[in-house]
Each structure stands twice: as C-alpha cells, then as structure tokens.
C-alpha cells in the first residue's frame, strides 16, 4: 500500500509540471481568425564609425630565446609609453599575443640548422580619437614597432543606432502590410507577433598598414573613417480583415 501511494504521488508530480507546460503554450498561442500575413522588414541607418582597433607590436631576433624575448620586451616597453603620452587609456591596451619561434637555415641534403630565435609581442589598441590615430602609430614606429594591422574601425555603442534601425524596420514592416491589406481590399487588425534575427553592422576585415618599420619613412599616416551601415532585420506577422 505505502508503495502504491508512493508511485501515485510520484505521477501528480510529473502531471502537474506537464499541465502547467500545456497551459502556457495555450497561452501564447493566438488563433488568428481573419487572413494572415507574414512580412519581413529591414531597418538600415548609417553612422560614422568612432573606434578604430588595431594590433601593434614588434619583432625581435636573437642568437638565443632569451635575448629575444628580452629585446622584444624592451621595446614593447617604449611602445606602451608612447601610448600613454599620446592619451591612450590602459583600459584600451590589451595584450593580445606573445610568442618566440626557432628560426633555421635550411641547405641542400643538409638537416636544418638553428640559427635564433624570433619573438614576437602584440598589443591590440582601442583608438577612439580616430583623426590622431595615424599620427599615434607613425610615432609607435619610431619608438619601435614594426608590425601593424589595422584598422577594424566600428561603432563604440551602438545600441541607440540600432532602435533607431529597429523603428524604421517596424514602420516598413507596417506600411507593407497596409499595401497588401489595401490591394486585397481588407484592413490591418492587429499584430499577432514580433520577431527580431538580430541588428548587425559590418566590421571591416583588418589591412596591413606596416610590414616592416621602414614603410613608415614616407609621409604621415591617415585613417578614413567613413560611414558603416547598420541594419536590423525583423519578422512580423499581422491579421487582415
């Protein structure tokens, strides 16, 4: 009997869970009784990128690891106070990678023979003066930089942007479902649902800006800025009557 009542017990608690699962997919399941109609809208607004990202940092060689990775530091040393003098926020300096390779020479039926090591130290930078951007990594060549990339130029906070593309693709979808309505000789009941696949907005792939220091001996550096599209995409079904 004890267990009996056990196992009963153990099935009402399994139900409930269940009963509670059906009633609230009954819930925000809506019955539609006049037309359906099922629109996809897009919301673009374009903004003037305001963060610039890009990896700087230098490569040393030394006959051992050591001297390598020492000489590497030292001169990351001088790049990350040029930074500083130049304004940059030490929240806006980021390591980004440090390694050190055996370098060989290689001969005719000869086995490889090591002849250093190279190292390499790379920051990843966050410029948000974009104007000065240029000037600031001319001035991180002369202190010893000779590796580059960049820019990734993008929006800082995009968000109001967005709900601004986000209005603009509620109103297309909107006056699309008017259109249909209209020329089906019906009207726009309600909104039966909303749904967003997300806002986006490109990131330019990174370009090489220096392959060795001495590309630096010609004249100042400059970054355009430009416009960058942002978008929001939406899906949206109305009732028609």
């Known amino acids: ?18 009963a509670a699962e059906a009633q609230q997919a009954a819930a925000i399941t809506q019955t539609i009784a006049g037309t359906r109609l099922d629109i996809s809208a897009t919301g673009e607004v374009t903004r003037v990128p305001d963060l610039a990202i890009i990896t ?5 060689r030394s006959a051992t690891a050591g001297g390598a990775i020492q000489q590497a530091a030292t001169r990351m040393a001088r790049v990350r106070e040029a930074l ?15 390694s050190l390779e055996p370098q060989y020479t ?6 490889p ?28 060549v002369a202190q010893g930089a000779n590796q580059i990339n960049g820019p990734n130029l993008t929006i ?9 593309a986000r209005a603009k693709a509620v109103a297309a979808a909107r006056a699309r479902a008017d259109l249909y309505a209209r020329s089906l000789g019906m009207r726009v009941a309600r909104v039966v649902s909303v749904s967003e696949s997300g806002g986006s907005f490109p990131v330019p792939p990174p370009m090489p800006m ?7 001996q010609a004249a100042d550096s400059k970054i355009e800025a430009g416009e960058q599209k942002l978008q929001v995409n939406l899906a949206v079904t109305f009732e028609l009557q």
Do not use: C, W
Not at 56 to 60: D, K, M
Not at 84 to 98: C, E, F, K, L, Y
Not at 106 to 111: D, G, I, L
Not at 156 to 164: F, G, I, T
């Open 1 to 18: 009997m004890k267990h009996a009542l056990l196992a009963a017990a153990s099935l009402a608690a399994a139900v409930i869970p269940a």
């Open 56 to 60: 700087a940092g230098v490569v040393t």
């Open 156 to 164: 800082d906070k995009p968000e109001a942007a967005l709900d601004e």
């Open 210 to 216: 220096y392959a060795r220091a001495e590309a630096a």
């Open 106 to 111: 290689y001969a005719n039926n000869q086995p």
């Open 84 to 98: 500083r003098q130049a304004g940059i926020a030490d929240r806006d300096i980021q390591t980004s990678n440090i």
């Open 113 to 140: 023979k090591l002849n250093g090591y190279a190292a390499t130290n790379q920051l990843s930078i966050r410029f948000r003066d974009i104007e000065n951007t240029g000037k600031i990594l001319d001035a991180l």
